[in-house]
């Protein structure tokens, strides 16, 4: 790759990223790269799974541990709704 290419590809990669911020979604939701879309439209969703992940495993497993038991919860509240 030229350098003209690569000034280009830079360019261009920022250009997606101001766009996926005007939308208020993500470059994977607009490359299509995502499987759940839903999630994917919030970006503060994704940074928030992109912390989770690069967290020790022990500490994945607490905070996967506390998900579970609210959305556990919500779900018990709109069966009894």
């Known amino acids: 790759m030229t350098t003209g290419n690569k000034r280009q ?19 994977g939701f607009l490359l299509r790269e995502a499987n759940d879309t839903n999630i994917l439209k919030d970006p503060k969703m994704m940074k ?22 609210f959305l556990a919860k919500s779900k018990l509240q709109a069966i009894l709704k």
């Not at 590809?9 to 996926?20: G, N």
Request: proline share 2%; with cysteine.
């Open 48 to 69: 928030r799974l992109n912390e989770i992940n690069e967290l020790p495993d022990k500490d994945k497993k607490c905070v996967y541990s506390l998900l579970d038991a």
């Open 9 to 27: 590809a830079l360019l261009s990669i920022d250009v997606v990223r101001k766009l996926a911020d005007a939308l208020d979604t993500t470059v």
